[in-house]
């Protein structure tokens, strides 16, 4: 299999815990909290290693936080490579409450890093051996970190040869799109960004998809449309993957599901349009998962199964 490296520039603790009710000005009784690692290269390194495959972390980490991550992943048996710096990595909070079955997410900024601690992650990429594949950024940029970051590092992976895959937003997203990347991964919001524009219908979606790879800014776009599946645009065409129906536990984890699905069937060789059915039937794996729990393999491969499956019935009644 192909090497792939995941590198997550603002990672986190994330601490879930649960209450009967959330209401304010109160006291609040909760169960036992629970800490994962956090953040979306991270999460990606992670449901790979549950989907049987292998990739490489890269992450910057600092403080008691950032000693935790590098703990919680040592315990997951995930290779990864954490880069010391003089902030704390940042810690998120998920509440469920137990009275409506409904999530509380709470996002808490990163740490501030310094001009030398974001040179040496770049130093650090190019000098892995062996050298990567596929790159895939993924997460927000922190703060200190300039807009150009993740095109420094499309840049990078063309030296080496090797895909870069960017699943990020605001700012960072256009500057990695107008540097030219191998494969973007959307949702609506971050497509309407790139258009500048609203998207009123699918046949809009595509268009705009389209026109990124026309412009040679990525060779493949995959919308990711939540609930009902994803769309995927080349060069040579588009397709959508309806997402399989399925019992929805939490929707925490499964764009990075997805993505690690993706990438990872990429990885392994097969075809863009096998590897997005892959990574939808991730995504869809992740959804029937309490928590922030990301996607099991078992569920993964049965769904992708079911996909082919009903695709076969479909082409057959045509």
Do not use: W
Not at 24 to 45: D, F, M, T, W
Not at 146 to 169: C, G, H
């Amino acid at each position: 299999m192909k090497i792939i490296v995941t590198v997550t520039m603002n990672p986190a603790i994330d601490t879930s815990s649960s209450v009967v009710h959330v209401i304010a000005e109160r006291k609040l009784r909760c169960s036992v909290p629970r800490h994962e690692p956090g953040g979306g290269g991270i999460n990606v390194s992670r449901a790979i290693k549950k989907l049987g495959g292998e990739s490489l972390a890269l992450y910057p980490a600092g403080g008691s936080y950032g000693q935790m991550l590098q703990d919680l992943l040592d315990a997951e048996g995930l290779n990864h490579h954490p880069i010391p710096i003089n902030g704390s990595t940042r810690e998120n909070f998920i509440i469920f409450e137990g009275s409506s079955g409904q999530q509380f997410r709470f996002g808490m900024p990163g740490p501030s890093m310094q001009d030398a601690e974001l040179e040496l992650i770049l130093k650090v990429l190019t000098t892995i051996d062996p050298k990567p594949d596929y790159i895939v950024a993924s997460g927000s940029l922190p703060s200190g970190a300039p807009n150009d970051f993740y095109a420094s590092m499309a840049r990078i992976a063309k030296e080496l040869n090797a895909r870069i895959i960017v699943d990020t937003s605001g700012e960072g997203l256009q500057a990695a799109v107008r540097a030219g990347v191998y494969l973007l991964k959307p949702n609506m919001n971050e497509l309407r960004t790139l258009a500048k524009q609203e998207i009123k219908d699918e046949s809009q979606q595509v268009e705009v998809a389209r026109g990124i790879i026309e412009n040679g800014q990525s060779e493949v776009v995959v919308v990711s449309l939540g609930a009902a599946g994803a769309l995927m645009v080349t060069k040579e065409g588009c397709e959508r993957f309806r997402a399989p129906i399925v019992p929805i536990q939490s929707k925490v984890g499964a764009g990075d599901s997805m993505l690690a699905g993706i990438v990872l069937s990429l990885a392994q060789g097969k075809p863009v349009r096998d590897a997005v059915r892959f990574g939808v039937s991730a995504g869809s794996a992740a959804v029937m998962t309490p928590g922030t729990e990301l996607c099991r393999r078992e569920d993964t491969e049965r769904l992708y199964e079911r996909m082919i499956a009903d695709n076969s019935k479909n082409f057959n009644k045509n």
